[in-house]
């Protein structure tokens, strides 16, 4: 039995599996550019972010109608399930798909046919969360929020991703404070590919309530001891660092280092389909490179339910 546990960090269009890409492009009449799902997965070798989200961006063009979408959350839901997951808090990027034409109400529609069923079909309790392109401007991001108005009963939070360098989280300030406004969750990631000085102005600037990555606060002592103050959590992603050359190999992922400094860390796959596991494969990952104690596999699943947007009362681990 896998162990029970919650996932903060997962972006549903992260979980496109080549298979499924290739049905919904034939499906749809969409030609993707590689000759079947060998040749895509040549694709999967990453030198950064940015060659990531290349692939990520093209290969999600085959998600148009609310069916796909329902396809797509349900695949990864099954997945999940299947890994322990009680309890998962899910990112889409309504952006990217707005962009191609796909309108708010089909993306966020789509997705809940799967996730409204979650408790019954997988015995997992969802939510999702919004976020914004932090490499498109600070005006789409409050078009997107406004987009998003009508259908806040089905989005819990907003976060932000993509390219960080450059897009630092001062640029999207008043976007999160309408957020805040509109009694929504706030996340944002920072200290992936970016400084830590990043993470500080998340806090700051945007009040997030968690950090997605956050790898790099191991550079500034100070924010690390802010950080274990404050017991903010941080979204880990491990295999996902590795892929995307944020640490060279796993055995110096800073993850062990983190949890003996008092950080309230967790552990999540990011985008499973790309990145060579989904989250339980994560967990066995860290624990044979790293070497991690019974005890500190179950601090890491213990934190995921913590540092969730879960009441106490709506907890599935004991059901
Ligand atoms: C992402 Cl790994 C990662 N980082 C930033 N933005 C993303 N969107 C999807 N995966
Ligand atoms: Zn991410």
């Known amino acids: 039995m896998p162990l029970p546990k919650a996932e903060l960090h997962l972006h549903i269009e992260g979980t496109l599996e080549p298979e499924l890409a290739f049905r919904l492009a034939a499906r749809n009449g969409v030609v993707l550019p590689y000759a079947d799902t060998e040749a895509l997965r040549e694709a999967y070798l990453f030198k950064d972010l940015q060659s990531f989200l290349n692939l990520y961006y093209e290969l999600m063009t085959v998600l148009r109608t609310e069916q796909d979408f329902e396809d797509l959350a349900n695949a990864y839901l099954a997945r999940a399930a299947a890994q322990g997951v009680r309890h998962a808090e899910i990112f889409f990027d309504p952006q990217a798909h707005i962009a191609?034409?796909?309108?708010?109400?089909?993306?966020?529609?789509?997705?809940?046919?799967?996730?409204g069923r979650s408790t019954e079909n997988h015995g997992m309790s969802t939510r999702l969360i919004m976020c914004f392109l932090r490499d498109e401007s600070a005006d789409s991001a409050l078009e997107t929020l406004e987009a998003a108005r009508p259908h806040l009963d089905r989005i819990i939070g907003v976060g932000l991703d993509s390219a960080e360098v450059g897009h630092p989280p001062a640029k999207f300030r008043e976007v999160y404070e309408m957020a805040a406004d509109l009694g929504l969750r706030r996340v944002a990631h920072a200290g992936e590919e970016g400084p830590p000085a990043y993470i500080t102005e998340a806090l700051d600037l945007l009040g997030v309530e968690r950090v997605d990555h956050g790898l790099r606060c191991m550079e500034d002592p100070d924010l690390v001891a802010r950080l274990v103050r404050e017991r903010i959590p941080l979204t880990l992603c491990p295999l996902s660092n590795v892929r995307l050359r944020a640490v060279d190999v796993l055995a110096e992922h800073p993850l062990r280092a983190m949890l003996e400094a008092g950080l309230l860390c967790t552990v999540n796959s990011d985008d499973p389909a790309y990145f060579g596991g989904y989250v339980a494969d994560n967990y066995h990952a860290v624990r044979d490179a790293l070497g991690l104690t019974k005890e500190q596999m179950r601090e890491l699943a213990r934190n995921s339910f913590r540092a969730s947007f879960l009441e106490d009362d709506e907890d599935l681990r004991s059901r």
Request: zero cysteines; hydrophobic letters at 50%; charged letters at 25%.
């Open 100 to 115: 191609r034409g796909v309108p708010m109400r089909t993306i966020v529609e789509g997705l809940w046919r799967a996730l």
